[in-house]
């Protein structure tokens, strides 16, 4: 079976650090597109980054721009988000996805609360 496990979410202060991992099972990462989405309560889920799978080319969303980071540990099959000077408004349940042509495979998400 393909699983995408992300981890590494919980309560941190404003103007604080956290680093999500997302590691697969039944596929190999490194083939795939990694994409990082967000979804706050009563919002839609939002794109944050997406990386290639060569590692050629990272998007990034204007919110997280300058704050977020994507890497890959092919040796892992793991992917992290790095995310530096959290503010209120990142709090939401973050999520990893990997792209193949059509096929797309989902984490069941880990919860990012940025509070004081």
């Known amino acids: 079976q393909v699983h995408l496990v992300e981890s590494g979410g919980g309560l941190v202060q404003p103007g604080g650090s956290l680093r999500l991992s997302c590691e697969a099972s039944?596929?190999?990462?490194?083939?795939?597109?990694i994409g990082w989405f967000r979804q706050a309560p009563g919002t839609e889920r939002e794109g944050l980054i997406c990386?290639?799978?060569?590692?050629?080319?990272?998007n990034y969303a204007d919110s997280v721009k300058g704050r977020f980071t994507i890497s890959r540990d092919n040796t892992k099959n793991t992917v992290y988000l790095q995310m530096n000077t959290l503010k209120p408004e990142d709090t939401a349940v973050y999520y990893c996805?990997?792209?193949?042509?059509?096929?797309?495979?989902w984490g069941q998400g880990t919860q990012v609360t940025v509070s004081s």
């Open positions: 990386i290639e799978s060569s590692g050629g080319s990272t």
């Open positions: 039944g596929l190999t990462l490194e083939n795939y597109a």
């Open positions: 996805n990997a792209q193949l042509l059509s096929t797309q495979v």
